[in-house]
């Protein structure tokens, strides 16, 4: 006891040099996304450079070129995203892109103005910062939005360099240094398969495999191309970079992606979102959610963009919406970590679709009081739509990427985002709170956000005509008068709560057509609530951070069973600290304040150490039946523990070479691990490989490769 007393006099003399500088809590944040080339041109310096010049239309009428839009062209705007309450921004990839033209098959020239062809993912877009690729205009915009309170999330495409066969052939350099292109690729730094087409998005071996709308697929298993791009990833983090959204997660090589994600949180404090595009209907469905609750990396909430626009876009009736987030509450084991969207650059933007701009406004305060951290597209909060059909549908890629039209600061949508932008970070319901559904028909959803005694209810009646009588609605905001949290700025009005023990009835109203109303209340916190754990995955050693309210001025201990962790900064919101030596495994981590208070637990899972990528072959496996899958189980956590079913063991392994199977998984380097393969048949049934346990010694960087035969 002395001893602890003692290390807490010595973190609380450490707190007044570190106030909480590296914690990062995402679930509070208002993310804006920025397809730079298409948002500011803050210089024209850097419209049409010299090593990729003729890639600019400056009269902005061939949408497939650059535009002028730039990094220094976003810190111009700061204060206007400020000001709305934006408090994170994810830009295009800004790394250098391909530099030639490619024809677009009709004789017009094209160009990588949106970042995703990738040449040089160590120096900078000329187009965006300048002519030398420098870090200069990208480091000056991480610094001035930091000034600004606003994070910086990068897009990282470690799916693909360019395309295969046009242009630069998929040329990758490190830092100027040509490395391979497509066509003369001695060291596999390309996988060199086929392009994905029709039902192969399906299949699990070709998702990961197969190319990618034709782009040069990068082999994130060779130890060259693993290397460049966590060394990458390292170089974006010491630049300031906070989080990362990363691309295409679903054909870049899964078992490769948990190393990714661990590399990133070695370095320090992020937050990981990926794009796995695909409803809950999506074939790998099941796969997605694995990912991201084994992964530890978060992502982008499709299956509810999917009904969002259903329903806000279509007339399709609420309980889409709340059917999606019943069912992904049981499937995701974070669903506040999710990452929301009503649009993106890959769809049309809503107003294409229904060009009605109360609609769009009613989407976006549902997405900013909903469970999951909000993304604002660029523009909608200027009803930013062109609707030009690309030869399948109105306003799709790229017509859903104008030009930013306006920058006003009086429309209802920004006035909208800036207020519940201010309610997130005074209520902590919004960030941490769980869903519940507490009304409904086909045009109404009124729902309660609740995080211990904070609470956020939400009505919103879509219809266009109809209003509705609110009878029989409950909400366990204590009796009294609620005025409308949105001062009417979406026809909201006050509602009255009865005393009902908790369950208290609201007196009834009438919710007029194309109304939100939003009614809150915070509670002083009288013990600690910890609403966040962040990353939720990782080995001794790395830093994580909780917050939640109540935590104190003084430093307490924050607990892994019974062994505490070390503290690096302390604040009543907010506790840094680093996962301490224990056993790996799942724990149900617990904050003490100084005074012993104890705040609810929250899971994680100790890794047994930083993860390298292995990949595991396992030759003439014990013969499968259409819908049976070879896995890989073993000792530690990383190898699911020994367990036996979809959602314990590493898999389903892959079978391109059948009745061989093989996967790339991530596993604890400088660990001698235990394993075996299992069938795992259709119906749930287990046969075990024959014979002793494998053993395999994890090298301690690098890559690792496993190859045996199945013991029968
Ligand atoms: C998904 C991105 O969002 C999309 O815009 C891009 O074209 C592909 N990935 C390929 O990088
Ligand atoms: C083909 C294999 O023969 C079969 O056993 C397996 O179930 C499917 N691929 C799906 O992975």
Known sequence: MPCRFSSNVLAALLLIVLPGAFAQDFKKQVIYQIVTDRFANGTTANDNPPQSSGLLDPAKTNWHLYWGGDLTGIQQKLSYLKSMGVTAIWISPPVDNLNLNISDGQGNPTAPYHGYSARDFKRIEEHYGDAGNLWTEFDSLVSAAHQNGIKIIVDFAANHTSPEKAGEKGALYDNGTLIATYDNDPHGIFHHTFDLAGTDYEDRYKVQYYSLLSLADLNQ??????????????????????????????????????????????????????????????????????????????????????????????????????????????????????????????KPRLLTIRNDPTHLDEATAFLLTCRGIPIIYYGDEQYLHNDTNNGNENGGDPYNRPWMSAFDSTTTGYKLVSQLSGLRQSNAALGYGSMQQRWINKDVYIYERKFFDDLVLTAINKSDTASYTIAGLFTALLPGMYPDYLGGLMSGLS????????????????????????????????????????????????????????????????????????????????????????????????????????????????????????????KNAIPTHFGDNIFLTGSTVELGSWGTTFDTAVGPMLTPNHPDWFISASMPSGTTIQFKFIRIAANGDVTWEGGANHSYAVPTSGTGLVDVIWQK
Do not use: C
């Open 221 to 346: 298993e060779n130890p060259t191309v693993d290397s460049y791009l966590k060394a990458a990833l390292r170089q974006l983090q010491q630049e300031g970079v906070d989080a990362f959204r990363m691309d295409a997660v679903k054909h870049v090589t899964w078992g490769w992606e948990y190393s990714e994600v661990n590399s990133i949180f070695t370095n320090g404090p992020s937050f990981v979102f990926g794009e796995w595009m695909g409803g809950r209907d999506d074939a790998l469905y099941h796969d997605a959610y694995k990912f991201a609750n084994k992964s530890g990396m978060s992502l982008l909430d499709y299956p509810l963009y999917y009904a969002i626009t259903d329903v806000f876009a279509n007339d399709s009736p609420f309980a889409e919406i709340d059917n999606t987030l019943t069912a992904e509450s049981q499937e995701f084991s974070s669903p506040n970590d999710l990452v929301t969207f009503v649009d993106n650059h890959d």
């Open 495 to 618: 509602i009255t709560v009865n005393d009902g023990h908790g369950n208290n009835p609201v007196t009834t109203f009438t919710l007029p057509p194309h109304s939100v109303a939003v009614w809150q209340s915070t509670a002083p916190d009288t013990s600690p609530e910890a609403g966040s754990v962040g990353p939720t995955v990782g080995q001794t050693g790395m830093k994580v951070t909780i917050a939640g309210k109540g935590f104190g001025a003084a430093p307490g201990t924050v607990l892994f069973g019974s062994t505490p962790a070390t503290i690096h900064s302390w604040s009543d919101t907010s506790v840094e600290f680093s996962v301490p030596q224990v056993s790996s495994g799942k724990y149900n981590i617990q904050l003490k304040t100084s005074a012993g208070a104890a705040a609810n637990t929250l899971p994680f899972t100790v890794l047994t150490a930083k993860l390298i990528p292995v990949t595991f072959t396992v």
